[in-house]
């Protein structure tokens, strides 16, 4: 942990994960001796041995300096190639986990301190940075020396390759702005693996333009080379185009590249086309039945779907069957978002919580599901999105997903009618119904 400071936020961790167990080594760095004193009483009362506290310039910490380098590759379950990550052991180490906790606002000479955080992480490791954000009133920031220049994260984006990154006022505090980023290292090339940003982009490419795969053989060529020399004119995707930008600008790619599932295509959020629908998805539920689909298309393996994302629940049945793949596309991108939501809990949740999000339409832990359970497996935008709206789940006046979105307004008509012409009780039996024969007899 960069700029711990008295090292409650390295005991906070502890009511999440063991922290005398889980790390092998925990450093904490700080410049203050005062503040790495409290620290080190701190540890000393939990009884966490593998806890140091390490009181001098960040920018001058090195991870060499306190541990020692003996770890062996199959102590460490990376799913990537390990040709890329081991070609040299020792150069490769680094930490696993970097955090700076409301500490980057403090510190004047950012732009050296996160030029080194770039080299402190492993190749597969996480930085995980907590801070204020930008304040239309600073006098009270002013006075401690914490600095809200949105520099600060920009340059961070700028050195890493953002996997999630949101923004969230604190009510408790009156709504005082911070930010919550990840990030991992943005992977160089290396003699075993010269083109690894490049071949990221062009199999990500060929799932999105059905194109064949091709890993790339002459790793000299740039992304734009091969594209000026392609004739006929190559398909290529909206996250091609994004992705020959960055790294024509020597910048980290688009944060979708570095999801943890690459269902989610990237795509320009500002564009006129999007923006329309702000932020409301029209639909929050598919009344299609797409057992008639089934019965028509008789889907197989070698098979490829384009479908309407709409609420997701076609693209889910679809999926039963098991086709090559599923291209979902709305021009509403909150439909994805919430296409994306339903994906992370079939991955991550209980069939309880499920039930409890898209049966009932209702979970008051939502909020605590999304940052601890959902979040790893949905990408940026999906997150900040759902962080934003988590009233739709945890709303206190009754209302359920189903009255949210456009279509909440057919649900509205139907209850009016239903009290209107007096057959809400046939209305709820007919929902509670166990079998079609008893929908219809009603």
């Known amino acids: 942990m960069i700029g711990g400071g008295t090292g409650r936020n390295i005991e906070a961790v502890s009511e999440f994960i063991d922290v005398g167990e889980f790390f092998s080594s925990v450093y904490l760095a700080d410049f203050s001796p005062p503040l790495c004193e409290v620290s080190r009483k701190r540890f000393a009362r939990l009884a966490w041995k593998n806890v140091k506290v390490v009181c001098q310039d960040a920018r001058k910490f090195c991870l060499e300096d306190h541990e020692i380098l003996d770890r062996d590759v199959d102590d460490i379950g990376f799913a990537l190639p390990l040709s890329y990550f081991w070609e040299n052991n020792s150069a490769s180490f680094g930490a696993d986990l970097v955090t700076l906790s409301y500490s980057l606002s403090v510190i004047p000479d950012f732009y050296s301190v996160i030029c080194f955080l770039n080299y402190l992480p492993s190749p597969t490791g996480i930085c995980g940075v907590v801070d204020f954000y930008v304040q239309s009133i600073r006098a009270w920031f002013d006075v401690d020396q914490v600095g809200l220049e949105a520099e600060r994260r920009d340059y961070l984006e700028y050195r ?17 702005l911070y930010y919550i980023w990840v990030g991992t290292p943005i992977r160089p090339s290396t003699s075993n693996s010269p083109n690894y940003p490049r071949e990221i982009v062009e199999c990500l490419d060929a799932a999105a333009t059905e194109s064949p795969y091709l890993s790339p053989m002459n790793h000299t060529s740039s992304l734009s080379r091969t594209v000026e020399r392609s004739s006929p004119p190559e398909l290529r995707s909206k ?16 944060s979708l590249f570095y999801q943890n599932h690459h269902w989610r295509i990237h795509h320009d959020d ?3 086309k999007h923006i329309q629908f702000g932020h409301e998805y029209i639909y929050a539920f598919t009344w299609e039945d797409t057992r008639v689909d089934h019965r028509l298309l008789k889907l197989t393996s070698s098979d490829v779907v384009l479908a309407i994302t709409s609420a997701g629940d076609n693209i889910f049945s679809y999926a039963l ?7 979902a596309v709305d021009l509403n991108p909150n439909q994805n978002n919430l296409l994306e939501l339903k994906a992370a809990s079939f991955t991550a949740l209980s069939y309880a919580d499920v039930w409890k ?5 209702k979970h008051p832990g939502f909020h605590d599901l999304l940052i601890s359970r959902l979040s790893p497996h949905m990408s ?3 997150f900040q999105y759902w962080l934003n709206n988590t009233h739709v789940f945890t709303s206190a006046r009754g209302k359920v997903l189903y009255e949210t979105g456009g279509s909440r307004h057919a649900i509205r008509v139907i209850r009016l009618l239903a009290a209107n012409l007096r057959f809400s009780s046939q209305n709820s039996a007919l929902l509670e119904a166990k079998t079609l024969n008893e929908q219809r007899e009603i």
């Open 160 to 176: 890493f390759g953002t996997v999630l990154s949101a923004d969230s006022p604190n009510v408790f505090l009156g709504s005082i």
């Open 239 to 254: 996250a091609w185009d994004a992705a020959i930008i960055n790294l024509s600008a020597n910048l980290s790619l688009p």
């Open 270 to 272: 500002q564009l006129k």
């Open 321 to 327: 069957s098991s086709p090559a793949r599923t291209h």
């Open 357 to 361: 999000l898209f049966g009932q339409g």
């Open 380 to 382: 940026s935008r999906a």
